[in-house]
């Protein structure tokens, strides 16, 4: 299927960050005064505050933790629980789903939710690119493991080309011209026949995305008119337009930290998130994106392929390697065989990273594509069950 559009794409990020969360104070006030206590409310304060729960322990995470393979895979968690939970909100309550105005609310959340695939399927490319640089890791480790033999030049040689080709891997891929932008496999179309029986529900919205494709411009267009509900839309739906705008907000904020962290055409991470205070989850999510903001203003890299902790490592630890690598002499002296032993260790740390958490990672994607397609599969089925009863 041809790859979603990014309209409206072109305009500056103050405005997309003016658009994100444009919400009147009063507004979302009226939000967490609505209703008298009943079933419904309950229902729908108790998801309030499961997601508060999770973002806040996602947002106040150790630096040593913050943005590691492992951190990302407890943010998609989160959110594929967050998924499940306003699906069967949903289902609990379809009769209102089929009412305006919410069947306009969650018309347009599912508008948002089908953009979202293209940012899982160039997000698995990303994690496929960081597999090409594990190969050359691999080799690094090889060639320098000292606890066989003597370091000798010829593995030097050997250690500085995969050095090399792990640079130009790591390049861009607009410079590099990678193979990985024309190449964005959909999780519907997976070989495995593990998954084969989903085809029909995994189908991505885009089979491929083009070389000018934009992550940034695709989060810009998920987010355009993206407000919190009014007080008579709240009174209209009996508060159920409240879940509609929490999960729009969550997805928002997953995607674009997943753009951030994980190799992606066209990151743009100058984007303002700014929620209302009034709402209960807004604090961790505001912390959450300073954070990140934080993160990417101290690395500085204009280049980077991601800010995942391990990509970070990699870098550095390449970098240095390679410095040392070039101004050695043989034969070596103790001290520059230990910084080698040292940076080499740091690599294989990051790789062993990569070894183990990367195939999890990616599943996770895949379950974060499936639970967006589910949840839209049957709300659509609800909103065209009904105006097939209205006809």
Not at 120 to 129: L, M, Q, T
Request: glycine residues 4%; hydrophobic residues 35%; aromatic residues 8%.
């Amino acid at each position: 299927m041809p790859a979603t559009d990014n309209q409206g794409s072109s305009s500056s990020f103050s405005s997309f960050s003016r658009s994100i969360f444009g919400v009147r104070q009063e507004q979302v006030h009226s939000v967490e005064a609505s209703h008298e206590p009943d079933s419904c409310n309950l229902e729908l304060g108790s998801f309030q505050k499961r997601v508060t729960d999770r973002f806040q322990d996602l947002s106040v995470a150790s630096d040593e933790e913050f943005l590691s393979i492992n951190w990302i895979q407890k943010l998609l968690n989160a959110f594929i629980s967050c998924q499940e939970e306003f699906g069967a909100i949903l289902l609990n309550n379809k009769e209102q789903v089929t009412r305006p105005p919410l069947d306009r609310l969650i018309s347009e959340f599912f508008e948002r939710s089908v953009k979202a695939l293209d940012i899982c399927n160039a997000s698995r490319d990303g994690i496929e690119k960081i597999r090409t640089w594990q190969k050359h890791l691999e080799i690094v480790f090889c060639a320098l493991d000292s606890s066989k033999r003597a370091l000798t030049e010829g593995q030097f040689r050997r250690a500085r080309k995969a050095l090399m080709d792990l640079a130009l891997a790591m390049l861009d891929e607009k410079e590099s011209g990678s193979v990985f932008s024309q190449r964005n496999r959909s999780f519907g179309r997976h070989n495995s026949s593990k998954d084969h029986h989903s085809t029909g529900h995994s189908r991505s919205h885009s089979w491929s995305v083009s070389r000018s494709w934009s992550a940034a411009k695709q989060l810009q267009s998920i987010a355009n008119n993206l407000a919190a509900p009014r007080a008579n839309e709240i009174a209209a739906t009996s508060g159920l337009a409240m879940p509609v705008y929490t999960m729009s907000c969550i997805l928002l904020i997953v995607l674009w930290t997943l753009v951030a962290a994980i190799p992606c055409q066209d990151r743009g991470l100058n984007i303002h998130f700014s929620v209302p205070r009034q709402l209960s989850w807004s604090t961790s999510v505001n912390l959450l994106h300073e954070r990140i903001t934080e993160e990417s203003k101290k690395r500085d890299r204009r280049n980077s392929n991601g800010l995942l902790k391990e990509i970070y490592q990699v870098e550095i630890s390449s970098r240095r390697l390679t410095d040392l690598i070039d101004s050695a002499q043989f034969p070596l002296v103790d001290d520059q065989k230990a910084e080698v032993e040292c940076y080499a260790t740091e690599l294989m740390c990051a790789c062993e990273a990569f070894r183990n958490g990367l195939d999890p990672l990616e599943r996770q994607v895949r379950e974060v594509f499936r639970k967006i397609m589910t949840c839209r599969t049957e709300g659509l089925d609800y909103l065209g069950a009904s105006s097939y009863t209205e006809q």
